[in-house]
């Protein structure tokens, strides 16, 4: 039983240690499972927490680890015959700590399982102890094992390091801390006893040789530790158990060498290897089988390694036998990998048509080893239009000692810079464009290449210099276009004005002054004719302001002659008293202005009283003067003549009348007195009419009597007009002297058109009077009424007509009547007024002064409504609105708008183009913009990005874009994919998305992005371990977390290293993976249902005699067994068979070497199964 047992133990670590050497093919190998026991007594550990009992705990932590089977059947020691069959069938057995039972007392733990239970540790077997609860558990295996160990307290323990170096302790916890229930042990006198954590005297984990086995002491309870419990995730549970486990393997007697595989790089500097065995002993190596690296070994038993080229080369540690410990040895492969490096190419640029520049590159991470150097050259993506041409590694290589990670930038090809002059050009107003035409006046086309488009001028046709712009002048999107511009000038018409000759009275005001002229079109011109200054008679010549910018006039001059003015001057009456000097003589004249006459008015010699003709020399050379004559008279000189008081019978002869009077030297009076005119009885004054031509006489009367005389009053006939107020009645009769009658002369009552009576009532009484009547005519009053001249808008009403009386005035009372007339018409025009029936009555004789009624065009404003379109679609109706004013029912717009021509985006205004309304309307536009504005692109990408269970690593991408333009992808990590050229290249498993973007140009927005997961699956990480189990594995020791899926949905509750079902495996799985650098990793799926087999690889017979024959069996689809394969390795990782597999049976014939072999079945798509073949002689 003790050599069963050993072997057994060595053939389960030769296979972990198989898993290990090769873990670099990454294959996915069938674990061989190790029997775990636990002594599951009832009540043992006590009521234990509300996590389970400590044993509960122990079993749960056990079987959570893959590759280790828990038996809990042992519950009791009492049969020593049971207990020795259970632990025969288990590699470890584990005790917990004892709260309830003494070991001590011989019906728990008789005398005769004490020895059942040493002899099997003795003989290969591992004895776990845990927890030290009081003195019971050493003291069970003091009874037992004939030791005197002892109890020991601390709060940590530090990790030995020299005991724990090349044990799987070796990487556990530095320190561990004090946990519920944690205790330690002493080592007393115990041989072979290996301190792990903490010291000899104080040791919570420890290592105990025993014959061919070891217990292994660790002072922790489990209490609070379950699968679900917090104390779980402490590193007792997630480090020191399953390191207890491993190395418990190591400790059977054998020698077991500590040598890894060793993983180092091109140009590393010499290094020593450092193998490490349980015995101590000495090791030597040496390299095995071909070496295409050229690695070598020397030094002190060839332990110094100097590195060679990248590959793999397998290097052997031995160790000879010493007695105590087996000869053995190990294999590892020491892989020499590529140094990492990385070049970045250096940003490039050309002008288009220019030559291509060298394509350079830097390194910009890591470094050549010295003596290398680089090869091959750079190439850049194909084009040679103005873009940006990305730039590929080429040729460019380090050897195959580097990997190279390439940092791609581009090759600008930026535009050609050119210029284009225009030339100038010129035309007669009037005239037709010349051609616009233009020279390549910098720069070059490149051959092949030629303009396009014309050349446009700013609008206008009036004389001016009108720039000419590059209008739609393109050399292509390659160019970069300069435009000097110049002029088209438009230059005067040459014609000719000639004025027309005009006259005038002087005084009047000036004619219209004309001309004559031929112009284009309905040209005119601005400005006026003018004469020379002056308003004197005479000849003024007529000069010109005429212009127009659009001609060069010659101007004929003609004259304007102004005539003379006919008036009259007429002398002014004057008087001078005898004997005074004379006054100035004036006269009465209408001259214009401020205008004076020449010459004076002179009269005739004389100084008597008299009249004296006035004659005249005035004159004006501008006047044709008529002379009304008139006199200066000499009046009399003042004197007093006192008349003598007389008397006379009234009737009788006046007696002579005399007087008193003083003259002048021998002047005398002519002339006599007389009376007041008058018979009445009465006194009447003296008058005199005693007069000397040179004097005037005051007379102071006297009296004198005098009776009534008959006397004859005739009426005067007199007239008036209409309205006016009555002239004075007035009457002819002969009276002595002064005497004058009283009353009045009144007329019939009436004041229209007619004649009236005069009658009288005129009395004196010292007259007897007789009365002749006459008559009062009235004649028509005359005014004039004048149209006032009207306007309207074409559409509106008439205003009403209306006139001011602009001569005479109606008599108060009177109104006119009646309404003014126009001439019919309603368009623009002017349309005369007439009087119509306008009268003020048969007492009023009316002139009419006509005028007119003009209509004139109706203001309407029109708005262009601003339009848009998105580039690449037909421009929309333009359209517009009346904003102000209203068309005259029954008329309409004719004509429409127009645009500024061009489909690019940007803005074009919107013109008046022939839109019109007629002549009746006066239209204002007001423009608008027509906009056209980016149009949207959709991204379509519809694509599942998923690979690696088939073996693919490219996918196509397959997304598109509406505009047509070029896509850019983007992959969020670059560790796991790229994208060149429209494919995903997938470099390592993992999980990524990929950002597909179009950013547009000056026609097309950018689209939105489109966000797609690419997945690059990792063939055979999981496996079907039980009918209820999926193993993970970790054998990499690569993932630190796991993520279990079943049919596309997580499960919560699954994140250990394999899957447990409830009840058999049923649906789709695949798990989701963290490595220790946080790249996650998901596996290729199994399906697994009741009515499909799981794909196997089986063996039969295993194990098998060698050089025997056995078969390969599997239920794989005979398709997909097509270029399959199946290759056997030993244990140093030598490939020794490989065979082609198309059927579901294969005979094979067995290694003639006793031993352990892989054999592997790898389909064509990559996926592959193995299994161990247990080969004995």
Avoid at 135 to 149: G, P
Avoid at 474 to 501: R, W
Avoid at 1011 to 1036: C, G
Wanted: hydrophobic fraction near 40%.
């Amino acid at each position: 039983m003790k050599n069963m047992k050993k072997y057994t133990l060595i053939q389960d670590f030769l296979a972990k240690t198989f898993l290990v050497v090769f873990a670099f093919f990454s294959m996915q190998m069938v674990a061989q499972t190790t029997a775990v026991s636990v002594f599951n007594y009832p009540g043992l550990n006590g009521s234990g927490s509300s996590c389970d009992n400590e044993n509960a705990n122990l079993i749960g932590i056990i079987s959570a680890i893959p590759t280790y089977i828990v038996d809990a059947s042992i519950k009791s020691f009492s049969d020593p015959v049971t207990l020795a069959t259970q632990l025969s069938a288990s590699e470890f057995f584990f005790m917990t700590d004892m709260e309830t039972q003494s070991p001590s007392s011989t019906t728990f733990l008789p005398l005769a399982s004490r020895d059942v239970i040493k002899n099997w540790v003795n003989n290969g077997g591992v004895m776990v102890m845990t927890g030290t609860f009081g003195s019971h558990d050493t003291n069970f295996l003091n009874l037992i094992f004939s030791w005197d160990l002892g109890t020991a307290s601390g709060s940590s323990w530090a990790k030995n390091a020299v005991n724990t170096l090349g044990t799987p302790f070796e990487n556990g916890p530095l320190s561990l801390p004090y946990e519920s229930a944690t205790d330690a042990i002493s080592k007393g006198t115990v041989p072979n006893f290996k301190a792990m954590w903490g010291t000899d005297s104080n040791a919570t984990v420890a290592v105990i040789k025993y014959g061919a086995g070891s217990v292994i002491f660790m002072g922790y309870d489990f209490f609070d530790a379950g699968p679900s419990c917090g104390n779980n995730s402490s590193p007792w549970v997630q480090g020191v158990i399953p390191s207890a486990l491993n190395y418990a393997v190591e400790l059977v007697g054998n020698s077991i060498i500590d040598f890894n595989n060793i993983t180092t790089s091109y140009g590393s500097a010499n290094f020593d290897l450092a193998a490490s065995s349980n015995s101590g002993g000495n090791i030597t190596y040496s390299i095995l089988g071909t070496n295409t690296t050229g690695t070598t070994l020397s030094g002190t038993n060839n332990k110094t390694v100097t590195v060679g080229n990248t590959g793999s080369v397998v290097i052997r540690a031995t160790q000879a036998a010493d007695g105590a410990y087996t000869a053995t040895t190990k294999d590892i492969t020491l892989t020499i990998s590529p140094v990492a490096i990385t070049i970045t190419a250096d940003t490039k640029s050309k002008v288009y048509g220019d030559v291509d520049p060298a394509l350079t590159y830097q390194l910009t991470s890591g470094a050549l080893v010295a003596g290398d150097a680089f090869t091959g050259s750079l190439t850049r993506r194909v084009g040679e239009d103005v873009a940006n041409y990305a730039i590929a590694a080429g040729t460019v290589s380090a050897g195959s000692n580097y990997t190279m990670s390439f940092v791609s930038s581009d090759l600008s090809i930026t535009p050609k810079a050119i210029a284009i002059t225009a030339e100038a050009k010129s035309k007669v107003y009037g005239d037709v464009d010349p051609a616009l035409t233009y020279q390549l006046t910098s720069g070059a086309l490149v051959p092949g290449d030629a303009f396009t488009g014309s050349l446009t001028r700013s609008v206008g046709e009036d004389v001016a210099n009108y720039a000419i712009a590059a209008g739609t002048v393109s050399a292509g999107s390659n160019y970069t276009m300069s435009f000097v511009p110049s002029d088209l000038s438009i230059t005067p018409k040459a014609i000719a004005i000639t004025a027309e000759a005009k006259s005038k009275v002087y005084g009047d005001v000036d004619p219209a002054l004309t001309y004559q002229a031929t112009l284009v079109g309905t040209d005119f011109l601005t400005g006026s004719l003018t004469r020379a200054a002056g308003e004197n008679v005479g000849s003024y010549a007529i000069s010109s302001t005429l212009a127009n910018s659009n001609y060069d006039i010659t101007f004929v001059p003609a004259n304007l002659a102004i005539t003379k003015k006919s008036i009259t001057v007429t002398a002014d009456v004057k008087t001078k008293v005898y004997g005074d000097v004379d006054p100035a003589l004036t006269y009465q004249a209408t001259l214009l202005g401020t205008d004076v006459l020449t010459g004076s008015l002179t009269r005739a010699a004389g100084e008597n009283v008299g009249s004296y003709a006035i004659s005249s020399t005035l004159a004006n050379s501008n006047y044709d003067i008529t002379f009304v004559p008139a006199n200066l008279a000499i009046t009399k000189k003042s004197v007093t003549v006192t008349a003598d008081v007389k008397t006379k019978v009234y009737g009788d002869v006046d007696p002579a009348l005399t007087y008193q009077a003083t003259l002048v030297g021998t002047d005398f009076l002519t002339g006599s007195l007389t009376r007041a005119a008058g018979e009445n009885v009465g006194s009447y004054a003296i008058s005199s009419t005693l007069a000397n031509s040179n004097y005037d006489i005051t007379f102071v009367p006297a009296n004198l009597a005098i009776t009534k005389k008959s006397v004859t009053v005739t009426a005067d006939a007199k007239t008036k007009v209409y309205g006016d107020v009555d002239p004075a009645l007035t009457y002819q009769a002969t009276l002595v002297g002064t005497d004058v009658l009283t009353g009045s002369l009144t007329r019939a009552a009436g004041e229209n058109v007619g004649s009236y009576v005069i009658s009288s009532t005129l009395a004196n009484s010292n007259y007897d009077i007789t009365f002749v009547p006459d008559n009062l005519v009235i004649t028509k009053k005359s005014v004039t009424v004048t149209a006032d001249a009207k306007t309207k808008v074409y559409g509106d009403v008439d205003p009403a007509l209306t006139y001011q009386l602009t001569s005479g005035a109606l008599v108060a009372g009177d109104a006119f009547t009646g309404s003014l007339t126009r001439s019919v018409g309603e368009n623009v025009a002017n349309y005369a007024i007439a009087a119509g029936t306008v009268s003020a009555g048969s007492n009023y004789t009316m002139s009419f002064v006509s005028s007119d009624l003009s209509i004139t065009p109706k203001a309407i404003t029109i708005t262009a409504e601003a339009k848009t379109k998105v580039y690449g679609d037909v421009d929309p109706a333009l359209t517009y609105q009346l904003t102000s004013g209203a068309l005259v029912a029954g008329d309409a717009f004719t004509g429409t708008l127009t645009r500024v021509t061009g489909e690019n985006t940007g803005t074009y205004a919107i013109g008046q183009g022939n839109l019109n309304a007629g002549p009746n309307y006066a239209i204002k536009y007001n423009d608008a913009v027509f906009a056209i504005n980016k149009a949207n692109q959709i991204i379509t990408w519809n694509q599942i990005l998923e690979s690696g269970c088939d073996g693919v690593t490219k996918i196509t991408l397959t997304a598109s874009t509406s505009s047509g333009l070029p896509l850019s992808f983007t992959p969020s990590n670059g560790n796991v994919a790229s994208v060149l050229n429209g494919v995903l290249n997938f470099s390592n498993y993992g999980e990524t998305t990929i950002t597909v973007s179009q950013f547009g140009n000056n026609n097309y927005n950018a689209a939105q992005t489109i966000v797609l997961p690419a997945l690059y699956t990792q063939p055979n990480l999981i496996r079907k371990h039980f009918d209820d189990v999926i193993f993970f594995d970790n054998s990499s020791k690569s993932y630190k977390s796991f993520t279990w899926y079943k049919n596309g949905e997580v499960v919560p509750s699954q994140t250990a290293q394999y899957f447990k079902e409830n009840g058999v495996l049923n649906g789709v799985y695949y798990a989701k993976a963290t490595k220790t650098d946080g790249t996650v990793v998901t596996s290729c799926s199994l399906t697994f249902s009741p009515s499909t087999e799981v794909e196997y690889l089986k063996i039969a017979p295993n194990p098998v005699k060698s050089n025997s024959e056995y078969q390969i069996l599997t239920n794989i689809d005979s398709v997909k067994l097509k270029n399959a394969r199946i290759t056997v390795f030993n244990l140093l990782g030598v490939q020794i068979i490989d065979k082609e597999i198309s059927e579901k049976t294969l005979d094979m014939i067995a290694p003639t070497t006793e031993g352990i072999y892989v054999v592997r079945l790898t389909l064509a798509n990559g996926k592959y199964f193995t299994k161990n073949l247990l080969v004995r002689n």
